[in-house]
Nanobody, 124 residues
Framework: EVQLVESGGGLVHPGGSLRLSCATS????????MVWVRQAPGKGLEWVSS????????YYTESMKGRFTISRDTAKNTLYLQMNSLKSEDTAVYYC?????????????????WGQGTQVTVSN
């Protein structure tokens, strides 16, 4: 059974940092690109970042470049999102997702498994 379990969300002041984790199981982690997607209150899903199956390629939405860093630990089958210089507009539920296609870059928005989400709130 494929499982994705996020953790690391919370309340942080503007300018602060958080590191999200996504522990995975039930599939060969190294074979699949992974992504982070978020949903702000009252808005639709927004792609945040992707990392290729081998971790060698990473991609970010423009507003997050230089602030967020996606990474993966193959020994722990875990995906991470380091978020720095957080802004109020980063407030959202953050989801990790497994890309459908094997060995991809994670740029085609086709995902077959999602985590339950972790809330990130950036506020004074």
């Amino acid at each position: 059974e494929v499982q994705l379990v996020e953790s690391g969300g919370g309340l942080v002041h503007p300018g602060g940092s958080l590191r999200l984790s996504c522990a995975t199981s039930g599939f060969t982690f190294n074979d699949y690109a992974m992504v982070w997607v978020r949903q702000a209150p009252g808005k639709g899903l927004e792609w945040v970042s992707s990392i290729s199956s081998n971790g060698g390629d990473t991609y970010y939405t423009e507003s997050m470049k230089g602030r967020f860093t996606i990474s993966r630990d193959t020994a722990k089958n875990t995906l991470y999102l380091q978020m720095n210089s957080l802004k109020s507009e980063d407030t959202a539920v953050y989801y990790c997702a497994k890309v459908l296609i094997r060995y991809g870059l994670g740029l085609i928005p086709e995902y077959d498994y999602w985590g339950q989400g972790t809330q990130v709130t950036v506020s004074n």
